[in-house]
Nanobody, 119 residues
């Protein structure tokens, strides 16, 4: 069972930057996809960005050009660099790990870290 621990959330002003970290309890090389999701009050949880074991990345349209997902295999850690933050980016951000196939696999979640963008 993969355990995930997020860090880096906090309060930031609009236009500011924040870097989130997610450390896994095992090698992320063995995990098919690592991703960041977020959930704002009254809204459904949505995928923000993901990165595969082969370094293929994907971003939500709302964050393209502003957010960057990356990983450090030696540290079993994935990062989400968030720049030009907007109030609408305010949400609880969750780290996710998926290991398996599209129709069969295991999902693991962190407890989440709150990001608040406000003046």
């Amino acid at each position: 069972q993969v355990q995930l621990v997020e860090s880096g959330g906090g309060l930031v002003q609009p236009g500011g930057s924040l870097r989130l970290s997610c450390t896994a309890s095992e090698s992320i090389i063995s995990i098919n996809v690592m991703g960041w999701y977020r959930q704002a009050p009254g809204k459904q949880r949505e995928l923000v960005a993901s990165i595969t074991s082969g370094d293929s990345t994907n971003y939500a349209d709302s964050v393209k050009g502003r957010f960057t997902i990356s990983r450090d295999n030696a540290k079993n850690t994935v990062y989400l660099q968030m720049n030009s933050l907007k109030p609408e980016d305010t949400a609880v951000y969750y780290c996710n790990a998926y290991r398996g196939w599209v129709t069969f696999g295991d999902n693991y979640w962190g407890k989440g870290t709150l990001v608040t963008v406000s003046s």
